[in-house]
């Protein structure tokens, strides 16, 4: 069975992670993403902790939105270069980037010079703000657009200040912002027949996942403040609680979960305390209620929480670490987690975040080496063998 984008070849010049992120859920589902490297190749490749991998040019960062692209080399300053990128372009359906506004146009491949190329060409540019706006030529960077979004604003605990998240959120919201972007361009060309420009601004891709928070705002004029480990929801049973050796998130959000919980931790004598009568009164003695069910949560251990919480069905988490959260059989019964031969051994590197019936995510292919597939694209682009031989004494790839 074919996968969703079997056969939609991408042009991918996009570097580091917002790009290459999108293009890589592409590559899972079954594009031909030819990622567009210099001769000294994406920074990524070679990281900055100077291990085995790193030094191959295969850094774990790199691997883990690269794997299953194919790589070329070109020299984008030399005529020559842009010469191959107009001749690749007509086979191909999409071009992905993520210069900053106006350097493809510099280089002579911008969006207009390539769809009078290729009219059904798909073109997407990921920046901090987007191709039109008064930012547009702002270099813009995960952690820069973390703070403006309004992100750290709501993140964290009042007396530490505004916070990251944990991990790199604006790109990898970007990144997948633009895979759909793209998706939806080559649906909507299917009945068109038209390509088209698909702009991501990053920041516009970060409020798009805040939409309740912008939305409430704008509605009621409430200001969202920190909200520490407590849900969205502002539920005092949503929150993070201290166990006798570890931590635990509950998830308890209805009444019959509240009963439920108070029962399993033995505080059934509190639910005719008026100040937990309901959900207004709960949230108003926030702290006491917190203090209370904490005391008893320290009792026991998180597996013990855990177990008791599932048979009872009052939702809750133990908090883990990435090493404990690999372990889960979850993971080998959904097979997000792919495992990938390389001429070094084996690597295992997360794939798509859904599964589908059929002709689902997989990588097709290891991560590629520097250029390693620079005479392959050449040739399918109609060049010939004297043509590549003659381009690299030119150091064109």
Known sequence: ????????????????????????????????????????????????????????????????????????????????????????????DVVMENFRPG??????????????????????????????????????????????????????????????????????????????????????????????????????????????QFTEHLMTGRVHEQGQNLSVTRKPTGNLFKTKDGWMVLAVMTEPQFQRL??????????????????????????ALHEIIEKAMTQETSATWAERFAKADVPAGRVLSIPETVKLDHFSRRQILQTVETEHGPIKVVGSGFRLEHGGGSIDRPPAKLGEHTDEVLREAGYGDAEIADMRKQAVV
Request: aromatic share 8%; hydrophobic share 45%; net charge positive.
């Open 103 to 212: 350097v493809m146009d510099k280089l002579g491949i911008g969006y207009k010079t390539l769809r009078a190329i290729n009219p059904k060409l798909i073109y997407c540019a990921v920046s901090g703000f987007g191709q039109v706006g008064p930012d547009r030529a702002t270099a813009a960077f995960d952690g820069m657009i973390q703070a403006m979004s309004g992100l750290m604003s709501i993140t964290g605990f009042p007396e530490n200040g505004p916070t990251r998240v944990g991990f790199a959120g604006a790109d990898v919201m970007s990144g997948a912002t633009a895979a759909l972007g793209v998706a939806s361009a080559l649906y909507q060309r299917t009945h068109t027949g038209q390509g088209q420009l698909v702009d991501v601004a990053m920041i516009d891709a970060v409020m798009g996942y805040l939409a309740q």
């Open 1 to 92: 069975m074919s996968k969703p984008f079997t056969g939609v070849k991408i042009l991918d010049f996009t570097r580091v992670l917002a790009g290459p992120y999108g293009s890589y859920q592409l590559a899972l589902l079954g594009a031909d993403v030819i990622k567009v490297e210099s001769r000294e190749g994406d920074d990524m490749r070679y990281g900055n902790r100077a291990n085995d991998w790193e030094k191959r040019g295969l850094a774990a960062p790199w691997v883990s939105v690269n794997s299953g692209k194919r790589s070329i080399t070109l020299d984008l300053k030399q005529p020559k270069a842009i010469e191959v990128v107009k001749r690749l372009v007509p086979t191909v």
């Open 262 to 287: 108070m029962k399993v931790l033995g505080l059934e004598a509190h639910l005719a305390d008026p100040r937990f009568a309901d959900w207004p009164t709960r949230i108003a003695n926030n702290k």
